[in-house]
């Protein structure tokens, strides 16, 4: 049966295209400094957004109208599996990526509920024998379940630990089971409301020996996926541990963590910490810590996570330009944390919505590859730091001076002269880029 009848293969139809599904950028096969697009983008589906959620917000319920609503249970588990294989061909998507309790409804009992998730895991790997799409990481959902009131492995309840840590075992199984690329930890509720009753030295500790019992039964079953952790400020909680990626890394490092994760970036969650997409990106970069990305956007008027699909191409490109530097995102990938407005409720939406975020990489990493390959912020940047390549500046970067001498140069020095940051020229010139790459994307078509 197909879910999505109206619906073909979502073809590269080019910059001209008048049609609504048809990709006027994403060309998977184009050749883009040495690789596909297909190869450096690695998108992936949500499967929480495009298959469980129903549109439902605080103040009403579900709007989405789905081919799978008439299912409960089981069979609503089954079906949307069917859809999501179908939905993942026609939008030529590599991977996806999953919460267990997005796949399969928990049960009254653990045993029950891992049950359920075999059964569904069976299902998925079935399919996955003859579809090329493959999973990017899956993750366990410890956070919308009461039990998870204050926390998973920061709760103050130590069978809540416990379970947690069944959860993630049972899940690092289904990873192994599927062959995912990653493994994601966000910290659902692992933060506070109030310190008022919050041991936080214990519940960071906690993390921490949890992390560190992930780590050796990875190791255990021979799991390779690379370890993401997925920081974010707030929400659920007022104040959540993994901040942002800096506040990440200085836990990793005090528990000597740093070398089994690296971060999975999203957007929406940088901007709720105060910072730009492309700063996080940047922070994980030099810190050789970019490990994936949760491709979304939030909106500047509102306060909150609100997981909008990616069409600012501007943030698109200075994203690509941080993921390019990196030399790309190895098992990583851009998936698509991102939900369709609760206004746009028909099935034929998740796929406007897909096609407008996979073009909008797409776009991002043509003007970011060009903005690289005519060194455009290098020749900038190292301009600008020119004075560290000479004299007192190379003494400063290769540790060979002190206060004392750099006292007695300063005093010899009669003048301090500086030079402009030429921002606005910069952000003309990406201007330009951007331009010029639509533009040319148009003649190339016509
Ligand atoms: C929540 C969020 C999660 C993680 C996976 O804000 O981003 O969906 O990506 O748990
Ligand atoms: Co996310």
């Not at 993994?242 to 528990?255: I, N, R």
């Amino acid at each position: 049966m197909a879910y999505f009848a109206n619906v073909d293969q979502i073809q590269y139809e080019g910059a001209t295209s008048k049609s609504p599904l048809a990709f006027k950028y994403y060309n998977p096969q184009e050749i883009i400094g040495g690789k596909t697009m297909e190869e450096i983008l690695r998108f992936s589906v949500a499967y929480w957004h495009t298959f469980t959620a129903d549109g439902s917000d605080p103040f009403g319920v579900g709007t989405a109208i789905r081919p799978w609503n008439h299912l409960t249970g089981m069979d609503l588990a089954k079906a949307r599996v069917e859809a999501g294989f179908e939905f993942f061909e026609k939008i030529n998507s590599p991977f996806f990526c999953f919460h267990d309790v997005d796949i399969a409804p928990e049960g009254r009992t653990l045993k029950e509920t891992n049950e359920n998730l075999d059964v569904i895991v069976n299902m998925l790997k079935e399919y996955m024998k003859t579809s090329k799409t493959k999973l990017l990481w899956n993750t366990a959902n410890m956070f919308t379940h009461p039990r998870y009131t204050h926390g998973a492995a920061t709760s103050c309840n130590a069978d809540v630990f416990a379970y947690s840590a069944a959860k993630v075992k049972k899940s690092l199984e289904v990873a192994q089971e599927l062959g995912a690329e990653n493994y994601v930890f966000w910290g659902g509720r692992e933060g506070y409301e109030t310190l008022l009753n919050t041991d936080m030295r214990l519940e960071q500790d906690n993390l921490a020996r949890f992390f560190h019992m992930a780590v050796d039964y990875a190791k255990e079953i021979g799991f390779e996926g690379q370890f993401l952790i997925e920081p974010k400020p707030k929400e659920p909680t007022k104040h959540q541990y993994d901040f942002d990626v800096a506040t990440g890394l200085a836990f990793l490092q005090k528990y000597e963590l740093q070398d089994y994760f690296k971060f999975n970036i999203e957007a929406n969650h940088a901007t709720l910490a105060g910072h730009t997409f492309e700063h996080e990106l940047r922070v994980a970069r030099i810190n050789g810590m970019l490990g994936s990305v949760d491709a979304n956007q939030g909106d500047p008027l509102l306060g909150w996570d609100t997981d909008e699909f990616p069409t600012d191409l501007y943030s698109t490109t200075l994203a690509m330009y941080e993921i390019l530097k990196n030399g790309g995102l190895g098992k990583g990938g851009l998936n698509f944390d991102a939900k369709v407005r609760r206004g746009s409720f028909e099935p034929d939406d998740l796929f406007h919505a897909h096609i407008a975020g996979m073009d909008s990489f797409a776009i991002g990493l043509k003007v970011a590859n060009q903005l690289i390959a005519d060194k455009v912020l290098d020749d900038f940047i190292s301009e600008r730091y020119s004075s560290y390549t000479y004299g007192i500046g190379l003494e400063i970067v290769e540790g060979k001076t002190n206060f004392r001498q750099l006292e007695e140069y300063a005093l010899n020095l009669s003048e301090l002269k500086n030079q402009s940051g030429r921002t606005e020229r910069i952000k003309a010139l990406i201007n330009q880029y951007l331009l010029e790459t639509l533009s040319l994307s148009k003649k190339i078509n016509a």
